[in-house]
Every structure is written in structure tokens, then in C-alpha cells.
């Protein structure tokens, strides 16, 4: 049994330490990666907002760091711009508790309603995502970009927060 996650929010001065971990955690060759200068401009945007999942470290007493999530809010609207957890570390529920934190946050900011955007070939994110409420309501053509100049589409999901 993994020992529980704490989940806190960070400002920007954890952008380098948000860039690795985004980096690590789309494993997949080619997959665009976000720079730190692209999380501080997130976090320079009004209403936005990022969480740290860390766990206990094994070499020591200080937590580690396993994943993050990346919001806004914007009036009545939220939406989770980017989330990642360590290969190591899927499966144990960090994603979906960084998504209902952020949720919670996002209500505390007032919005009503929350959209994202996951990958049409990543089912395993479509699954997590569906098992919260989201449903599909579109789609944007080539949205990602893959190794090789390959383009894959985005399905965009929203859940009702109310």
C-alpha cells in the first residue's frame, strides 16, 4: 500500500520543478512538453492556479514530487489546462485527487462548470476523466502534436461543477 499524497497549491517559483515534472510525465516520444517560462505564464494569468502532488521520498523524510494540475478559472468557466503524474506513481489515484481538488478550488473562484482537453488517443485520461462527470462536447482537429509531425485531435470535455 503507497503512502497517502499531500496536494498543495504552488506559486512561481516551483515553474522549473512544474517543467520537469510535466516532462516526465508524457512519456511518450515527441509529446509536447511545457517549458517553465510556459507555467509562469500560466500562473501570471488571473484566476490561474497550480497543485503539487508530492509523497514520502524513499531516500528520506523530504516528499517527493509525483504530479500536478494546472487551472484557471474564468468567471463561470474553469479549465484544467494541463495535469501529469509520474509513470511511477499512475494508477494509485494522485490524478483524480489533483483533478476534485481542483475542482474545489475552481468553485471557491466561482465557476459554475469546467472544461479540458484530452488526447483521442489517450483512452486510459478519457476513462479517469468520464468517471468524473466529464462528457464529450467536441472535438479540435490535430490539436496535439506527435512525434514525427504526426497530429492528433482533442476531444473537449466539460463536468457541471454545481
Request: no cysteine; aromatic share 0%.
Given at each position: 500500500m503507497r503512502a497517502?499524497?499531500?496536494i498543495a497549491p504552488v506559486d512561481a517559483?516551483?515553474?522549473?520543478l512544474l517543467a520537469s515534472?510535466?516532462?516526465a510525465s508524457f512519456c511518450r516520444p515527441g509529446d509536447e512538453r511545457w517549458s517553465a517560462q510556459a507555467f509562469a505564464d500560466v500562473l501570471?494569468?488571473?484566476?490561474a492556479f497550480c497543485l503539487l502532488a508530492t509523497a514520502p521520498g524513499r531516500e528520506g523524510p523530504e516528499p517527493e514530487p509525483i504530479g500536478f494540475c494546472a487551472c484557471r478559472?474564468?468567471?463561470p468557466e474553469s479549465e484544467l489546462l494541463s495535469l501529469g503524474v509520474l509513470p511511477t506513481q499512475r494508477r494509485a489515484g494522485t490524478a483524480r485527487q489533483l483533478?476534485?481538488?481542483?475542482?474545489?478550488r475552481c468553485v471557491e473562484g466561482g465557476a459554475r462548470e469546467m472544461y479540458l482537453e484530452v488526447a483521442e488517443d489517450n483512452p486510459t485520461a478519457q476513462m479517469l476523466y468520464r468517471s468524473l462527470g466529464f462528457f464529450q462536447v467536441g472535438r479540435r482537429k490535430g490539436y496535439y502534436l506527435r512525434l514525427d509531425s504526426v497530429k492528433v485531435d482533442a476531444l473537449?470535455?466539460?463536468?457541471d461543477l454545481r
Open positions: 497517502p499524497i499531500a517559483a516551483a515553474v522549473e515534472l510535466h516532462a501570471g494569468m488571473p484566476g478559472v474564468a468567471g483533478i476534485l481538488r481542483s475542482m474545489g473537449t470535455m466539460r463536468r
